[in-house]
């Protein structure tokens, strides 16, 4: 199972009182964190006991944790920790839960710590209410000091609490974006602040705030008029030849050399790349780990087909291909020549040795993340049905995909800053093969069906597709949410007609030959099988419900309860108890499911009864 939690973690939980430990106890036990409780709390399993001051030692173990959950007032809070807050860049998120936990509140680092996420995610695995007052989120805008996260860009220098302050005031801020995914930008709310574009025309234009998101680092002149941040997507690929035995230093030297000549980022760098020879090389191993860098390695048979500007016959001899650094940037990007922003420098040092490099741009960055894929089942259509391991997952996603109604219905469990992508309900291989492209590049993918994504949903299509390209079952990694299916919900809402033996059969013959659909109604039929029917009647397909009375007719009495169940839990909820014979009668369409009991069953009072055979 994948943890929502373990990007949170180490994460710190301080308990004092019987109540708040009996409130937060549990909840470490599910999100994988440290209860801390004074001395005097003994007999508690996994918890960590503390001597004298809480004051000092929450100092003790303050660089310790990520995150720190205090079940205290959050007056007392506020005077433990002031004296050890230092930075909204990096102090650890602070969240308040109170004794009772009745409400979850994001107290500091609600964007850079995500304490605001964090606030959300344990509200709903504590079905409790989440308390978030920063202003970027209540204008469900996504915070701009955490904006390139899930993109895995990397902050630059700028002004960071200015700009933040002129989106939270609502005031114009102008983004430049050169480079990087523009996902984010399709998917903010219609008031919001942001002008985008740069040209001649609005050159003279003056903006109070600007963000570039550029793989260019920009020196901001001292312009009291104007704030301005940078954000630098991961697009740029370093090819590096080198002889054996270069140094780590001379490495580094010759990239900040050739960057700085170029006006480019170092946080721009999405990796490393070379021939496969110098897999080993040590000087760009140790570059690689210092920095976090991935480092791609080609062969020279590959090499030797990338057309590059300045070839090498010594080279060849020497490798097998007259260009490595040319070349491995321009296959790291996997592009062609006119990909390649700088041509092979040549930086050497008397005593370290010498290295080539060249940079070369990706027309996508890299987010350095392994994606996921969350296959959800929200249920029948209420909130309130839906389990708390998918509330968690819906909200975690960096990404949410599904039919325009079943968004709709989780709107109140979305957040700011997320992308949501709603395709027509016609089209559920696209919604497939569009998660999977999103999940492959790394981010965390939901993929929302009504009722369980298991029972006629979209996680069967998903691993289909995961396995016509070849899935390993491992990247993207993939989880299944069930949820409550329409057979389940409707059932509930009318008694018990499941408590025996039962089937559910689609008559939609959309993917289902029709010839296949009766052979399987008359099987269940003759069977006795309590069935449940989905997708019973559309606008064109108007005579298999027909067929199905008539061939269940043949088989059970014409008094044989029927319930027609239309929409179960949702506002427009519609319920009909009726009979085998008179079924027809009713309105049943394609938000309709119809359960039809078997011999034993009858109906009590407005209840449906199938009895389970105790007596």
């Known amino acids: 199972m994948i943890s929502p939690f373990k990007p949170f ?222 954000w630098h997507p991961r697009i740029l690929w370093a090819g590096i030849g080198c002889v054996r035995g270069t140094s780590e230093s001379l490495i580094e030297k010759a990239i900040h050399e050739v960057f700085k000549q170029y006006n480019l980022a170092i946080d721009a760098i999405a990796g490393i790349a070379t021939i496969d020879v110098k897999d080993d090389e040590i000087g760009l191993v140790q570059y690689c780990q210092k920095r976090q860098l991935p480092l791609k390695t080609f062969p020279a048979d590959i090499l030797i087909k990338i057309e590059v500007p300045n070839p090498s016959t010594i080279v060849k001899q020497e490798v097998g291909t007259p260009s490595v650094a040319e070349a491995s940037a321009i296959a790291a990007a996997d592009s062609s020549l006119n990909s390649l922003l700088v041509s092979k420098q040549i930086i050497q040092s008397e005593n370290e040795g010498a290295v080539t490099i060249a940079v070369a741009q990706s027309s996508i960055e890299y987010t350095g993340r392994i994606g996921k894929l969350y296959l959800i089942g929200t249920g029948p259509g209420s909130l309130a049905q839906i389990t708390p391991a998918a509330k968690i997952a819906i909200t975690q996603a960096d990404v949410i995909i599904g039919y325009s109604l079943y968004l709709d219905l989780i709107k109140p469990l979305q957040r700011p800053g997320q992308v949501i992508e709603a395709l027509p309900i016609t089209q559920e291989k696209q919604r497939a093969t569009r998660a999977i492209e999103l999940a492959e590049w790394g981010l965390t993918v939901a993929v929302v069906s009504s009722g369980d994504c298991g029972i006629y949903g979209m996680a069967g299509l998903v691993l289909e597709e995961l396995r016509k390209i070849n899935w390993d079952g491992n990247i993207p990694q993939v989880e299944v949410f069930p949820g409550i299916t329409s057979l389940q919900a409707s059932a509930s809402r009318v008694g018990a007609p499941l408590m025996h033996d039962f089937c559910a059969i689609s008559l939609s013959d959309l993917l289902t030959p029709w010839k296949v659909i009766k052979k399987r109604l008359v099987a269940a039929a003759k069977a006795d099988f309590v069935t449940a029917i989905y997708n019973p009647r559309s606008p064109t397909r108007t005579k298999q419900i027909i067929y199905v009375q008539e061939v269940f007719l043949k088989y059970r009495n014409s008094q044989t309860p029927v319930a027609l169940v239309r929409s179960a839990y949702r506002p427009d909820e519609k319920i009909t108890l009726t009979s085998l014979g008179e079924m027809l009668n009713f309105t049943i369409d394609m938000l309709t499911t119809v359960i039809i009991g078997n011999s034993s069953t009858y109906n009590h009072k407005g209840w449906m009864i199938t009895p389970r055979g105790y007596d």
Do not use: M
Not at 42 to 57: A, E, F, H
Not at 121 to 144: K, V
Not at 194 to 209: L, Q, R, T, V, W
């Open 9 to 230: 973690c180490p994460i710190a939980v301080i308990a004092t009182t019987p109540q708040s430990i009996k409130t937060l106890h549990p909840l470490c036990q599910q999100i994988g964190a440290t209860l801390h409780v004074p001395g005097h709390q003994t007999g508690l399993k996994n918890s960590q006991v503390y001597q004298g001051s809480l004051k000092d030692y929450l100092t003790s173990i303050w660089s310790q944790n990520k995150v720190f959950i205090f079940g205290l007032a959050t007056g007392a809070v506020i005077r433990l920790i002031s004296h050890l807050l230092n930075d909204k860049s990096s102090d650890p998120a602070i969240l308040v839960i109170d004794p009772t936990g009745k409400f979850v509140i994001s107290l500091c680092s609600g964007h850079q710590g995500r304490a605001d996420h964090l606030t959300q995610l344990i509200a709903h695995q504590l079905n409790t209410i989440p308390i978030i007052t920063g202003a970027t989120n209540n204008l469900y805008l996504p915070g701009i000091d955490v904006l390139g996260s899930p993109f895995g860009w990397r902050k630059g220098e700028g002004n960071w609490t200015a700009v933040s302050s002129l989106i939270a005031r609502g005031e114009t801020v102008q983004v430049i974006q050169e480079v990087g995914s523009t996902l984010w930008q399709a998917h903010l709310p219609p008031n919001h602040p942001f002008y985008f574009g740069f040209s001649e025309s609005n050159k003279a234009i003056k903006f109070p705030g600007q963000i570039w998101i550029s793989a260019t680092k920009r020196q901001f002149s001292s312009d009291l008029n104007s704030s301005k941040v940078q």
